[in-house]
């Protein structure tokens, strides 16, 4: 079985810019989150969305905002992009089991100049 | 969710048992004990997960002190491949599947 796919792995973009993430779940998992990682701040819940909808909200401004479709591939999106952006942002995908075990994608690493 | 308190940092012996310590003192009831680990530059990875009574799976064993307040991870017989970031985290089941992950401990497993 595919794991957790995110794309794309790496992307520089600059000040101002937007930048939308793909993030592929496992296939029947219905819940996707994501996650900031950052060495100063660590790894910050953004969002978590299930069957189309978002579930859970970090404490992250409007800039950043995220949908989910019909096949439960999810995106993310940051808007005006600052310097403070540069991260590596996770994906993850969970089954709907008592385990509640998240499948975590590599990450796509956001470099803003 | 409840906050949780770990070590910044640990080494163990290869081969060795290593035992990474939580402290979670204002868990709640229905709150569960998580933990997940983070080899560089790789997503977090599930380890094991528990309520109150110990656990044990392939990787590792959790064990919950009765009044709930810490517990402690034990990887039984540590490679060089589990030097990683653990993560110890606590969440409400149910409730999504958001997770606070904190700082965690950084596990260096030497030769």
């Known amino acids: 079985k595919a794991g957790v796919t995110q794309t794309p792995r790496y992307l520089i973009k600059t000040r101002g810019q937007q930048v939308t993430l793909s993030c592929s779940p496992i296939?029947?998992?219905?819940?996707v989150s994501w996650y900031q990682q950052t060495p100063g701040q660590g790894l910050q819940f953004l969002f978590e969305y299930f069957s189309e909808t978002q579930r859970n909200k970090g404490n992250f401004p409007g800039r950043f905002s995220g949908r989910q479709f019909s096949n439960s591939r999810s995106e993310m999106n940051v808007s005006t992009l600052e310097l403070g952006d540069s991260a590596l942002y996770l994906c993850?995908?969970?089954?709907?089991?008592?385990?509640?075990?998240?499948?975590f994608g590599p990450g796509t690493r956001l470099t803003v100049l | 969710d409840a906050k949780t308190t770990q070590p910044p940092s640990m080494d163990c012996a290869e081969g060795r048992a290593a035992n990474l310590p939580c402290n979670h003192s204002t868990i709640s009831g229905n709150e569960y004990v998580y933990w997940y680990r983070q080899i560089h530059s790789q997503g977090p990875q599930y380890i094991i997960h528990g309520l109150k009574n110990n656990e044990t799976n392939e990787m590792a064993s959790l064990i919950i002190t009765e009044d709930r307040k810490s517990s402690t991870l034990i990887l039984p017989h540590a490679t060089l491949r589990d030097t990683a970031v653990y993560y110890c985290i606590v969440r409400v089941a149910n409730s999504g599947y958001a997770l606070n992950f904190g700082k965690g401990t950084s596990l260096l497993v030497t030769p």
């Open positions: 993850a995908s969970t089954l709907e089991t008592s385990r509640s075990e998240q499948f």
């Open positions: 296939s029947g998992h219905r819940s």
